[in-house]
């Protein structure tokens, strides 16, 4: 058996030589390019598919992950990734999220861990205070945005349903009343997916508006056909996936409320709009919604996991995913796994705590406001690119562009990526091949931007049949 100080030892020199990785790898975001060099396969050829009769010391396991896994690794933090909504990780929360490993703590139970605890009780108090939303609400940190959609809606079908006089978790879903749940056609498949766990099935669509809004007078005539029929759900959108467009809040929850819906609201990126005095008209009347879900890791600029679950009716929120049980404490006011879905859990609202605090309420502000006026540069410079179109309105963080046939764009799409600088993502919007670009990093400037623009001209250049007129740097 090794001594204390030799166990020491390999863990000093174990956490030195992440360090050291971790460093390296952080400086090689200005140069480096976007999309991930070699595949998983190269990367487990590497590792070695055969687990060894001997294990390797602490130190040179590291270093061998290191090697294995870097050129397999997408710089998602970088200022040129634009791909999906990955924010990059702001340095006082990956350096929390650092301390989570370290303290390895349980954060389910209130008073066996409670100085983790207190942070996301404190970062939970922050987000309420930030965002505008009541201060008696429920807030738990889920793995994403799915399971914050899932808690959620778990506490709003409990809750229609608990209305009617069906009690879910006693008498479970069988033979239950029917529950409709209403989505926007363009609504995000996070949401459908949470609704399939739930057991509540395909939601009826409701249709949307040219940037994706969901229009109010299709839902009223949605539920006025089904009024008193059945209980009912309705999920808005704040950020849609390629316009950034966000739903009118105040007048469809109006319309929901009316009929005895629960609204749910999907705000993944867009919910942060809510801390910034220039885009909060953009969450006009949110906060009169039952429920809120949204992702740290995206706007917020935290390390995986950060979902976020808020739910004005705490009481419902425990009432659907709480457990008792003898051998758990049961703290006095509310235990963190009555708010999530899962009984064991990392202290994920550590880095989000951390978050906040490098920033305070000011600094929020300026990273959401720098996020939407970098996309509004990318749109406004890439609209003076030949060839391209911007097909959206920006309002937030989101850009599309497309070229004159799918063909094209989806060739200009893949000379981007052969080339590496940026990394936007291919999709389908309005019937159309898409280049999407979500920017959501606290990294993404004016240099990015112009990248960005630059990459994109090269790339149409070299598709037409011509050499790039410029190299990137």
Same mark, same amino acid.
């Given at each position: 058996?090794a001594?204390?100080?030799?166990?020491?030892?390999?863990?000093?020199? @174990?956490? &030195?030589?992440?360090i050291?990785?971790?460093t390296? *790898?952080?400086? =090689?975001?200005?140069d480096?390019?976007?999309?991930?060099? &070699?595949g998983?396969?190269? %990367?487990a050829?590497?590792? &070695?598919?055969?687990l060894?009769?001997?294990?390797?010391?602490?130190r040179?396991?590291? /270093?061998?992950?290191?090697?294995?896994?870097?050129?397999?690794?997408?710089?998602?933090?970088?200022?040129?990734?634009?791909?999906?909504?990955?924010?990059?990780?702001?340095?006082a929360?990956?350096?929390?999220?650092w301390?989570?490993?370290? *303290?390895?703590?349980?954060?389910?139970?209130?008073d066996?861990?409670?100085?983790?605890?207190?942070v996301?009780?404190?970062?939970?108090?922050w987000?309420?205070?930030?965002l505008?939303?009541?201060?008696?609400?429920?807030?738990?940190?889920?793995?994403?945005?799915t399971?914050?959609?899932?808690?959620?809606l778990?506490?709003?079908?409990?809750?229609?349903?608990? /209305?009617? &006089?069906?009690?879910?978790?006693?008498?479970?879903?069988?033979?239950?009343?029917?529950?409709?749940?209403?989505v926007?056609?363009?609504?995000?498949?996070?949401?459908?997916?949470?609704?399939?766990?739930?057991?509540?099935?395909a @939601?009826?669509r409701?249709?949307?508006?040219?940037?994706?809004?969901?229009?109010?007078?299709?839902?009223e005539?949605?539920?006025?056909?089904?009024?008193?029929?059945?209980?009912?759900i309705?999920?808005?959108?704040?950020?849609?996936?390629?316009s950034?467009?966000?739903?009118?809040f105040?007048e469809?929850?109006?319309?929901?409320?009316?009929?005895?819906? *629960?609204v749910?609201?999907?705000?993944?990126?867009?919910? *942060?709009?809510?801390?910034?005095?220039?885009?909060?008209?953009?969450?006009?009347?949110?906060?009169?919604?039952?429920?809120? %879900? =949204?992702?740290?890791?995206k706007?917020?600029?935290?390390?995986?996991?950060?979902?976020?679950?808020?739910?004005?009716?705490?009481?419902?929120?425990?009432?659907?995913?709480?457990?008792?049980?003898?051998?758990?404490l049961?703290?006095?006011?509310?235990?963190?796994?009555?708010?999530?879905p899962?009984?064991?859990?990392?202290?994920?609202?550590?880095?989000?705590?951390?978050?906040?605090?490098?920033?305070?309420?000011?600094?929020?502000?300026?990273?959401?406001?720098?996020?939407?006026?970098?996309?509004?540069?990318?749109?406004?410079?890439?609209?003076?690119?030949?060839?391209v179109?911007?097909?959206?309105?920006?309002?937030?963080?989101?850009?599309c562009?497309?070229?004159? =046939?799918?063909e094209v764009?989806? %060739?200009?799409?893949?000379?981007?990526?052969?080339?590496?600088?940026?990394?936007?993502?291919?999709?389908?919007?309005?019937?159309?091949?898409?280049?999407?670009?979500?920017?959501?990093?606290w990294?993404?400037?004016?240099?990015?931007?112009?990248?960005?623009?630059?990459?994109?001209a090269?790339a149409?250049?070299?598709?037409?049949?011509g050499?790039?007129?410029?190299?990137?740097?």
């Amino acid at each position: 058996m090794a001594g204390v100080n030799e166990r020491q030892g390999s863990l000093d020199d @174990a956490l &030195g030589a992440a360090i050291n990785h971790a460093t390296r *790898w952080l400086d =090689t975001y200005p140069d480096r390019r976007v999309p991930a060099s &070699g595949g998983a396969d190269d %990367a487990a050829g590497r590792l &070695g598919r055969e687990l060894a009769e001997d294990g390797m010391d602490p130190r040179v396991a590291i /270093d061998t992950l290191a090697a294995a896994v870097e050129p397999g690794l997408m710089a998602s933090g970088s200022s040129r990734f634009f791909g999906w909504v990955m924010g990059g990780t702001l340095p006082a929360a990956l350096a929390a999220d650092w301390l989570v490993s370290a *303290w390895d703590q349980n954060a389910g139970m209130r008073d066996s861990t409670p100085g983790v605890v207190a942070v996301e009780e404190v970062a939970a108090s922050w987000i309420l205070q930030l965002l505008g939303l009541p201060a008696a609400s429920g807030v738990g940190f889920t793995t994403g945005a799915t399971m914050a959609s899932f808690a959620c809606l778990a506490a709003g079908r409990d809750s229609v349903l608990l /209305d009617v &006089g069906w009690a879910v978790a006693s008498a479970g879903l069988a033979g239950a009343p029917p529950v409709r749940v209403y989505v926007g056609e363009e609504g995000h498949g996070s949401v459908d997916l949470a609704l399939r766990y739930l057991g509540l099935g395909a @939601a009826d669509r409701i249709g949307v508006d040219g940037q994706g809004r969901m229009l109010p007078a299709l839902l009223e005539r949605a539920l006025a056909r089904q009024s008193g029929a059945s209980p009912a759900i309705v999920c808005l959108q704040a950020g849609n996936i390629h316009s950034g467009a966000f739903d009118p809040f105040a007048e469809l929850i109006a319309i929901a409320h009316s009929h005895g819906a *629960w609204v749910h609201i999907d705000g993944a990126f867009g919910l *942060w709009a809510a801390a910034s005095p220039m885009l909060a008209p953009l969450v006009a009347g949110f906060e009169g919604a039952d429920s809120w %879900a =949204t992702d740290a890791h995206k706007t917020l600029n935290t390390p995986y996991d950060g979902g976020i679950a808020v739910v004005l009716a705490q009481d419902r929120m425990r009432a659907a995913l709480g457990i008792h049980a003898s051998y758990l404490l049961e703290a006095s006011t509310v235990d963190p796994y009555e708010l999530v879905p899962e009984l064991s859990r990392r202290a994920r609202g550590v880095p989000v705590w951390a978050a906040l605090a490098s920033l305070g309420r000011s600094g929020v502000a300026r990273l959401v406001d720098g996020l939407a006026q970098a996309a509004r540069a990318i749109a406004e410079e890439l609209d003076e690119v030949g060839g391209v179109e911007v097909l959206n309105e920006v309002v937030y963080t989101q850009v599309c562009i497309a070229c004159r =046939t799918d063909e094209v764009t989806r %060739a200009v799409h893949g000379a981007i990526l052969a080339e590496g600088t940026i990394m936007p993502s291919l999709s389908e919007w309005r019937e159309r091949a898409v280049i999407r670009f979500s920017v959501s990093s606290w990294r993404t400037g004016p240099t990015a931007v112009r990248d960005a623009v630059d990459a994109v001209a090269r790339a149409v250049r070299v598709v037409a049949g011509g050499p790039p007129s410029t190299q990137p740097s």
